[in-house]
C-alpha cells in the first residue's frame, strides 16, 4: 500500500532544522566517543604504568633462598605508599616461569600466554574479584627466571578516573545542548523576515489589494513577493471592472424599464385605452416585477467579495439608515394598512453604505411583502458590546424553523407562501452580512409570532 500524504505542511523551519541538527548531532556524537577515547585512554594507560612501577618495587624486594623458596620483604611503610599510589592496595603473586607458585595470592593466574616483553598486561575476570587489570613481570633472580603477577580491581581504576571521564562528557552535552539552542534561535532568526510577511499577509483584509512592500523581505523571496503584487494589481482591475459592468448594467437596464412603465401607466389612464386596460396593468406589473428582480440580481453581483474594494468601507449611521427606510416605505406601508415603527438608538458601524442601505432594504421589504393588513412592523438599531446591531420584526405568518437556513438560499421561497416575491431578499441579505462579517439570525417574532431578523456587526 502506498503511505498516504504527510499531515503536515511543508515548513522552512523544520526543513533547515533537519539539515543542521542532524548532521551536527552526528558530528557532537562523534566528538563524544573520540573525547571518551582521549580522556580515558591515558588515564588507563598511567594506572597501567603505576602498575608496572608496583610491580618493579615488588620484583627488587624477592629474596631467594638456597633451597629454592622465595621471600618478599615489603615493609608496611612501602606497602601503604603502593596502596597510596594505586588507589587501593594491590595484590600480587610469584611464580616460577614454569608456573609454579612460591607466594601471594593463589587467585592470580600465570600468563595467558609467553611473552618475550618483560612485562605484559591483561583484564580477566577472577572469581570474588570480577574484572581485574593484572601486570606480569619477568625476570631474572640469581639466573633463576621468575613471573610476578601484579593486579588491581578494575572498579578502582574506573572510580578513580570516573571524574575527569564524567567533566569531560559534560562539558561535551553542554556544548550540543548550546549549540542546538544557537541553531534554533539563529534559525528562527533568520525566517523573522518571512514569519513578519506571514503575519501581515493573514491581517490583511480579503479585499485590501495594495501591493505588498517588497523592499522588507529577504533577496529569496523578493521574486515572489513581486509576483504577488502584480496577481493583486490584476485582481483589483478586474474588481474595479467588475464595478463599473455592474453599475453601467444598473443603468442601462433601469432607465428604459422606468421609460417602459411610464408610458404604461400613462396608457393605462388613456381614456382610449379602456378596452385593453386589464392587459396593460398585467404587462406593468410584470414589468414592475422584471425591474425589481434585475435590481435584486445586480445588488447579488456587487455584493460579492471580489466586487468591493477595501476603500469602499466607511463609518456608516445605522440609525440615518434606518430613519430612511422607514421614510420611503411608509406610504407602501400605510397603503396596505401595516403599522410601520421605528426605534432608532444611536449606533454606526465600518461597511459599504449602499449594501447596508439596500440590506436595510431588503430586511424590510420582506417584513412588508409578508405582513398582512393590521400587522405590526418595526426596524430597530441600536448598540451591543463590541459593536452594532440591526433588527427588524413583524407579525406575518413567520419562517418553520426547518425553513430558516434555506431561506437565505437564492431563489428559495417558503413552500405555500402568497406573494410575489423573488426569493433573491434574503439571499441579498445573507451576502450583505458575510461581506462585513457579521452575524445573521432568523428566529420567531415577539411572543412566538412572526418572525425577527436580526443582523449583528461587530467591531
Known amino acids: 500500500m502506498n503511505p498516504g500524504p504527510d499531515p503536515r505542511p511543508p515548513s522552512i523551519a523544520r526543513r533547515l532544522l533537519t539539515l543542521l541538527l542532524v548532521p551536527l548531532g552526528g558530528l557532537l556524537l562523534l566528538a ?3 573525547d571518551y577515547l582521549v580522556v580515558a585512554g591515558p588515564s588507563r594507560a598511567a594506572f597501567d604504568r603505576e602498575l608496572a612501577n608496583a610491580a618493579g618495587t615488588i620484583a627488587a624486594r624477592v629474596r631467594l ?8 620483604d615489603l615493609p608496611a611503610e612501602l606497602a601503604r605508599q603502593l596502596s597510596e599510589e594505586q588507589g587501593a592496595a594491590p595484590f600480587y ?16 593466574p600465570p600468563p595467558p600466554v609467553a611473552a618475550s616483553t618483560a612485562i605484559s598486561y591483561a583484564t580477566l575476570p577472577l572469581a570474588g574479584l570480577g574484572p581485574t587489570r593484572i601486570a606480569w613481570y619477568r625476570w631474572n633472580a640469581s639466573s633463576v627466571p621468575l613471573v610476578l603477577a601484579v593486579a588491581q580491581r578494575t572498579e578502582v581504576r574506573d572510580a578513580a578516573a570516573r571524574p575527569l571521564v564524567t567533566a569531560t562528557l ?3 552535552v553542554l556544548q550540543l545542548v548550546a549549540v542546538v539552542a544557537l541553531v534554533l534561535i539563529g534559525v528562527r532568526r533568520g525566517l523573522r523576515p518571512l514569519l513578519e510577511f506571514r503575519d501581515e499577509l493573514a491581517a490583511r483584509s480579503a479585499r485590501d489589494l495594495r501591493p505588498l512592500d517588497a523592499e522588507r523581505v529577504p533577496v529569496e523571496v523578493r521574486t515572489l513577493v513581486v509576483s504577488l503584487n502584480a496577481l493583486l494589481e490584476q485582481v483589483r482591475a478586474t474588481a474595479e471592472a467588475q464595478q463599473k459592468f455592474v453599475a453601467d448594467a444598473a443603468h442601462q437596464l433601469r432607465t428604459p424599464l422606468a421609460g417602459v412603465q411610464a408610458q404604461l401607466e400613462l396608457l393605462e389612464r388613456d381614456a382610449a385605452a379602456l378596452p385593453v386596460q386589464p392587459q396593460v396593468i398585467v404587462v406593468r406589473e410584470g414589468l414592475r416585477r422584471l425591474a425589481h428582480t434585475a435590481h435584486q440580481l445586480l445588488t447579488l453581483a456587487r455584493a460579492e467579495g471580489s466586487a468591493t474594494l477595501d476603500r469602499d468601507f466607511v463609518t456608516v449611521d445605522l440609525a440615518a439608515l434606518v430613519e430612511a427606510a422607514v421614510g420611503a416605505q411608509f406610504d ?3 397603503d396596505s394598512g401595516i403599522d410601520l415603527g421605528a426605534e432608532a438608538l444611536p449606533a454606526s458601524m465600518r461597511g459599504v453604505q449602499w449594501l447596508l442601505r439596500e440590506l436595510v432594504g ?5 417584513a412588508l411583502r409578508y405582513t398582512p393588513a393590521g400587522g405590526v412592523v ?3 438599531c441600536g448598540t451591543i458590546p463590541g459593536g452594532a446591531f440591526l433588527e427588524v420584526d413583524d ?10 437556513p434555506l431561506v437565505v438560499q437564492r431563489f428559495h421561497r417558503v413552500p405555500g407562501t402568497a406573494g410575489d416575491g423573488s426569493g433573491l431578499g434574503l439571499a441579498i441579505v445573507s451576502d450583505i452580512v458575510a461581506l462585513h462579517g457579521a452575524r445573521f439570525d432568523l428566529t420567531a417574532g415577539p411572543g412566538g409570532r412572526g418572525t425577527r431578523a436580526r443582523v449583528e456587526f461587530r467591531s
Not at 65 to 72: E, N
Open 170 to 172: 559534560t562539558l561535551d
Open 93 to 108: 603473586v610469584l611464580r616460577a616461569s614454569d608456573g609454579r607458585w612460591l607466594a601471594g595470592d593463589v587467585r592470580l
Open 332 to 334: 407602501r406601508a400605510l
Open 362 to 366: 431588503n430586511l424590510l421589504d420582506n
Open 65 to 72: 633462598g638456597d633451597d629454592g623458596r622465595a621471600a618478599i
Open 395 to 404: 407579525d406575518g405568518p413567520g419562517i418553520p424553523p426547518e425553513q430558516r
Open 32 to 34: 563524544l566517543l573520540f
Open 378 to 380: 418595526t426596524l430597530r
